[in-house]
């Protein structure tokens, strides 16, 4: 049932309608039912089940990169870019692949701007300044639609879709509306509500989307704010649940939800986003418990060659939790030994099964190699 009023269409001087929020949150409380309240429950039981998974891993770093990675990948995808998440990896190596597509900056700028956020959100509170702090992250030197002035809230009409407001999909609020509702959502954020708080998470995100505060970026932006929100109430220990491969997987019933918002369908959207959770977290939970199982099977490999070559085979490995593609470059300064040594510790890798090629080709040259049983758990 339509229940709530987000807000409603009003005609603007240029003879086009607008989007414009009512006050927020809505005065009406919003009460789930018994499937919804078990459904949260369910969600944020498995939050701290994740948090309990994450601990056993042995450097958190190494793998927070690759889970960041992941939702760099998809949530850029979402808005159209085509690089992928074995793109940007191998965009790391010191002699990266020829042929990466350009739009693979979009990812980097994407990771830049959630590191910056995670170590931001320490120290800093969750505000409309640190909203455009992330945004600048994301944006500046990016490729973007039209000119997006990073960190800066926009000061002109845009519009979702169409070539102009008057044929677009949806017109968000003009600037003085937009304004006011910032403002709202600002002060929802810091509330004491006694809302759940998977709730509030996804009222800030669908609340954002709908202000669309920026002329480009606002749905990245909108995505890092979730782990950013629950990462802020201490719902994870450890920012590694990333909602961007749900929302790229079921990206047009992510769109269908986010609209249907707008028209006051609030639980429709709250059950999506909360189904999301629970999907993303037993994901996250399966690939911490698969990534701690692989790693106890190929350090016992590792173990078998002897304490001397171990011992450098080890160091590789661990590097490559965080670069699971590698050339030859990246292996000598891992190590420190020759070319000729380095493709020694490639040959034993790839003989006990942690390397792959990663292409067939008649020579090394240009030749990169993949942890693909690692690389396999953080892939769509």
């Not at 001087?13 to 309240?37: D, G, H, M, Y």
């Not at 450890?238 to 019933?253: A, E, G, V």
């Not at 160091?315 to 020759?338: C, H, K, R």
């Not at 490639?346 to 990663?358: A, F, Q, S, T």
Request: proline share 6%.
């Amino acid at each position: 049932m339509n229940c709530f009023e987000i807000g409603k269409l009003i005609k603007q001087p240029n003879n086009f309608s607008a989007f414009v929020p009512n006050p927020f949150p809505p005065t009406k409380p919003i009460i789930l039912s018994r499937e919804q309240n078990l459904a949260h429950t369910r969600a944020v039981h498995l939050l701290g089940k994740l948090d309990g998974v994450a601990d056993r891993l042995p450097d958190k770093d190494w793998f927070l990169k690759m889970f960041i990675r992941k939702d760099a990948s998809s949530s850029s995808q979402i808005e159209g870019t085509n690089a992928t998440l074995m793109d940007v990896i191998e965009k790391h190596n010191i002699e990266p692949s020829s042929g990466i597509p350009s739009d693979v900056d979009d990812i980097l700028h994407y990771v830049d701007a959630l590191n910056y956020g995670i170590e931001r959100a320490e120290t800093f509170p969750f505000s409309l300044r640190f909203i455009c702090e992330l945004h600048e992250k994301l944006m500046v030197g990016a490729r973007s639609t039209q000119f997006s002035y990073p960190g800066e809230f926009r000061t002109s009409q845009n519009w979702i879709g169409g070539t102009n407001p008057g044929n677009a999909f949806f017109v968000p609020p003009p600037v003085p509306e937009m304004r006011r509702s910032l403002n709202d959502l600002e002060k929802f954020v810091h509330a004491n509500d006694n809302l759940p708080i998977l709730v509030k998470a996804a009222l800030i995100h669908s609340q954002f989307e709908t202000i669309h505060p920026f002329t480009d970026g606002n749905g990245r932006t909108g995505r890092m704010l979730i782990t950013m929100f629950l990462w802020r109430e201490k719902l994870l220990g450890m920012p590694i649940l990333y909602l961007s491969s749900y929302f790229k997987k079921n990206q047009k019933l992510y769109y269908d939800k986010l609209n249907a918002y707008h028209q006051g369908y609030l639980y429709e959207w709250l059950d999506f986003f909360i189904d999301g959770i629970i999907e993303t977290a037993e994901s996250a939970i399966a690939t911490c418990t698969n990534i701690v199982d692989l790693r106890d099977v190929d350090m016992q490999k590792i173990y078998s060659l002897g304490k001397t070559a171990a011992k450098s085979t080890i160091n590789i490995l661990n590097n490559l939790y965080e670069m699971p593609i590698v050339g030859i470059a990246d292996i000598v300064q891992w190590t420190g030994f020759s070319r000729n040594g380095g493709y020694k510790a490639i040959n034993r890798l790839v003989d006990m099964g942690i390397l792959k090629p990663l292409k067939t080709r008649d020579s090394l040259y240009g030749q990169k190699w993949f942890y693909a049983n690692y690389f396999d758990l953080f892939a769509d």
